[in-house]
């Protein structure tokens, strides 16, 4: 299993970001896709949720509203659409399989003035 998080950086509040994860080893098609996000401070928390076919995502009451999840199965990718950013936003952005215990490195998101 190989998961490549791209697309994090330095955002000011308010700003977007678009997420991306290139997940290769295993029938993407096949998995619910998942994102995650950690601070230091706190444990990683589950961010959202999308179905193997799209059909059904879920999200996180902290995001829901402002993040977007999507899926391209066809590019064996999930994306995070994050629009009107917030500091406490701020975190190492993971996505996985729902069910496979394995973590990629992540990439940071940092919201700031």
């Known amino acids: 299993v190989q998961l490549v998080e791209s697309g994090g950086g330095l955002v000011q509040p308010g700003g977007s970001l678009r997420l991306s994860c290139a997940g290769s080893g295993f029938t993407f098609s096949s998995y619910t896709m998942t994102w995650y996000r950690q601070t230091p401070r706190k444990e990683r928390e589950f961010v959202a949720l999308i179905s193997s076919n799209a059909g059904t995502t879920n999200y996180a009451d902290s995001v829901k509203g402002r993040f977007t999840i999507s899926r391209d199965n066809a590019k064996n990718t999930v994306y995070l659409q994050m629009n009107s950013l917030k500091p406490e936003d701020t975190a190492l952005y993971y996505c996985?399989?729902?069910?496979?215990?394995?973590w990629g490195q992540g990439t940071q998101v940092t919201v700031s003035s």
């Open positions: 996985k399989p729902f069910s496979i215990a394995y």
